[in-house]
């Protein structure tokens, strides 16, 4: 093989994604080849959602007069909800609140829910987002399936006196307090459609009913009437082996591999971008289970990933793998809404 084919198969960008979730995605977001294959089981889907709602509601109970606010999102891939999760609870502490999280652990492996969930507790059994939720809060962090059984651990070990929902926007069962919807500010919500033909877990409809409603995007010009900007800023990358810290300016115009298993990696992709770094983008399923090998290439550049992502790969020995934790600045009004509303 020659040095010229050697570089452009080192270059080529690892996409491992689903098949069918990319397909999917074109859909939603690009008017791709297949929506009017979908659209027939839109209404399908609606209905049992509808049905499911109603159902729901009847059955929630008074578990607790804590308030509960409830982070989530109308849309399926990632919106910065987690980096809400952790600004709204360091928020509340600062504010002389106790908060409690409680969480789904999603694509974690424990034999026994709810989980008590500490900084070093291992995502393979919690999932990535909890414990990334427990290293940036320090507060006490519950997750299992049932959102009703996690508040009550969370109430039976704790001495908490609030609560935030990571997620569970549609888990109706759960009583709530207050609602706070998280918006990509450039995909907003793709074709208007509600799954399988668009993005939609329930219809824009049910903004409506939400009680703050928070759009995340670097432009200002992408939010509407009785919206919120959020903005993920984060200019600091940290080695994954040695706790060492760069400014990220400092990696401008050098070429860098850019790791991720997010829902929507291209906002990640374009942070580095805007900084001056010469991308080559590596996507992997949301949620991915990294192994050493996804971190390492022929060309030796710099890999940078996710400060989510990093929490599964810390017990890898890479001394040229760097994660950029991000932090969600809202304003004031924001937060001031929202204690309002409590």
Request: with cysteine; aromatic share 10%.
């Amino acid at each position: 093989m020659t040095s010229l084919q050697q570089a452009k198969n080192t270059l080529t960008p690892k996409k491992r994604s689903p098949l069918l979730y990319r397909w999917l995605e074109n859909i939603w977001y690009h008017n791709g080849v297949g929506k009017y294959l979908l659209i027939p089981f839109t209404p399908l889907f609606c209905f049992i959602s509808f049905i499911r709602r109603w159902q729901h509601e009847h059955k929630r109970g008074d578990l607790t007069k804590l308030p509960i606010i409830v982070v989530g999102n109308i849309t399926i891939g990632g919106t910065g909800k987690t980096p809400l999760v952790i600004s709204v609870v360091n928020y509340l502490k600062e504010a002389g609140y106790s908060p409690g999280i409680i969480s789904r652990g999603y694509k974690g492996t424990a034999a026994e829910w709810p989980q008590r969930v500490i900084p070093s507790t291992s995502p393979k059994l919690v999932g990535d987002e909890a414990v990334l939720m427990a290293l940036r809060t320090q507060v006490p962090v519950v997750v299992g399936a049932d959102r009703n059984t996690d508040i009550r651990y969370l109430l039976n070990h704790y001495n908490c006196d609030i609560i935030v929902s990571d997620d569970g926007l549609q888990h109706y069962r759960m009583p709530r307090s207050l609602e706070v919807v998280v918006i990509d500010g450039k995909r907003r919500f793709g074709n208007g459609w509600c799954l399988p033909a668009g993005p939609l877990r329930e219809p824009i409809s049910r903004l409506k009913s939400i009680d703050l409603r928070v759009v995340n995007t670097d432009s200002e010009t992408d939010i509407a009437h009785g919206e919120y900007h959020m903005q993920l800023r984060g200019n600091v990358l940290i080695n994954l082996s040695t706790a060492e810290k760069r400014l990220l300016d400092n990696f401008s115009h050098q070429h860098v591999h850019a790791v991720t298993g997010i829902g929507n990696p291209d906002r990640f992709f374009t942070s580095l971008q805007l900084h001056g770094l010469n991308v080559i983008p590596h996507s992997f399923a949301d949620h991915h289970n990294f192994k050493k090998e996804d971190l390492i290439f022929e060309q030796d550049y710099p890999v940078i990933i996710t400060e989510k992502d990093a929490v599964k790969c810390r017990k890898f020995q890479t001394t040229n793998c760097w994660y950029l934790p991000v932090t969600a600045k809202l304003s004031e009004n924001f937060y001031q809404a929202l204690l309002r509303k409590l």
